[in-house]
């Protein structure tokens, strides 16, 4: 699936099965939430935190796809094509950053 399919799949969804969209506000607070599922996950996985019982069903992949669908949402109803803005956002850190990571001792 490609952004823009992913995009139009996400308001599909909205408009038959979720209603409509929640409004932006409502959308940022619920990424916030979601990027903290992940982090938990992360925190536990690959830090130094333990599971607690409510933790060991939470799948890494689904958190992350929550977070994308939020993402998606949020795009999609302030009119962001996000294929259009990860390819200037990518040309943006090419040319910012053509040598720097290169140079950077501490990824050596």
Sequence with gaps: MTIEEAQQTVDHWIQTTGVRYFNELTNMAMLTEEVG???RIIARQYGEQSF???DKDKVLADELADVLFV????ANQTGVNLTEALESNLLKKTQRDATRHQQNEKLK
């Design 52 to 54: 607690k019982e409510s």
């Design 71 to 74: 993402v998606i949402c949020l």
């Design 37 to 39: 599922e992940v982090a």
